[in-house]
């Protein structure tokens, strides 16, 4: 799993609020298909400085902050 992967965070969307988080990330990543956002979701490729901040952005509002899967628990 790479290091920059969002699955851990993914995994603590409530089921309620998992279509509406998918979008908004496909949208901060500018993502077209679910292959390429499952891909983005284990980290491949890294995100930018700009795209991690989003991601953050999207999982904080959200009560979420542990949101890397390795070591970068924060950027």
Do not use: C, H
């Not at 993914?10 to 390429?36: F, H, M």
């Not at 284990?42 to 949101?67: D, Y």
């Amino acid at each position: 799993m790479a290091k920059y992967a969002f699955t851990k965070a993914w995994d603590q969307v409530p089921r309620g609020k998992l279509s509406e988080t998918k979008q908004a990330i496909k949208t901060a990543l500018n993502i077209k298909s679910d292959p390429q956002f499952y891909n983005r979701m284990r980290g491949v490729p890294e995100p930018t400085i700009s795209e991690a901040e989003a991601l953050t952005k999207i999982f904080n509002g959200l009560g979420i902050t542990k949101i890397w899967d390795g070591d970068g628990e924060t950027l």
